[in-house]
T-cell receptor, first 117, second 119 residues
């Protein structure tokens, strides 16, 4: 089935450690996104990418890094510079243009819950 | 700047009641898109509906209906005859034109409404 796969489902980070969250999609979507969700809040955009080897900062990029070496993959690294990384992380992808040129909806993965040890 | 406001933080209803979730948005774009997503306890966001700013017709899909009113900048979501399985967090989101949202059409999300349907 086509979809977005995020792994792991749960992740724990130690002080001073970098961790990488995986996001893979087989929907042939060009654009991919990473969001952070804190309890009782909406989603905030961390990074996004429209094409391989190119990505842009979102609203809260500090302490995070990404890469887009393949169309299907958009991993997110939470670096030690991110002082409050405990959150739920959601990856999304989107076709850049539909049959009518409409703004296609973003489709989301199941998320990764990151906690601090 | 764009903004989406979901003033209702939590709503509880008894099964079979109708419930309306409010969404008010702000944008300077003349062309924009509005979305509703459902987030069940498992965490993933499920796409429910997309509406563009030129189409003000209300839409009904089964027990779900949406009321889009540009005059009041609102895009409200009604669930008729609610069921326990409707319990979730519901997000309203806005994607503006290229200038405000960029060519990747980033979404601006509201803070969500936690809906609890009691048996």
């Amino acid at each position: 089935d086509g979809g977005i796969t995020q792994s792991p489902k749960y992740l724990f980070r130690k002080e001073g450690q970098n961790v990488t969250l995986s996001c893979e999609q087989n929907l042939n979507h060009d654009a991919m996104y990473w969001y952070r969700q804190d309890p009782g809040q909406g989603l905030r955009l961390i990074y996004y990418s429209q094409i391989v080897n190119d990505f842009q900062k979102g609203d809260i990029a500090e302490g995070y890094s990404v890469s887009r070496e393949k169309k299907e993959s958009f991993p997110l690294t939470v670096t030690s510079a991110q002082k409050n990384p405990t959150a739920f992380y959601l990856c999304a992808s989107r076709a850049l243009q539909g049959s009518k040129g409409d703004n296609q909806p973003q489709h989301f993965g199941d998320g990764t819950r990151l906690s601090i040890l | 700047a764009q903004k989406v406001t979901q003033a209702q933080t939590e709503i509880s209803v008894v099964e079979k009641e109708d419930v309306t979730l409010d969404c008010v948005y702000e944008t300077r774009d003349t062309t924009y898109y509005l979305f509703w997503y459902k987030q069940p306890p498992s965490g993933e966001l499920v796409f429910l509906i997309r509406r563009n700013s030129f189409d003000e017709q209300n839409e009904i899909s089964g027990r779900y209906s949406w009321n889009f009113q540009k005059s009041t900048s609102s895009f409200n979501f009604t669930i008729t005859a609610s069921q326990v399985v409707d319990s979730a967090v519901y997000f309203c989101a806005l994607s503006g034109g290229v200038i405000s949202s960029g060519s990747a059409r980033q979404l601006t999300f509201g803070s969500g409404t936690q809906l609890t349907v009691l048996p």
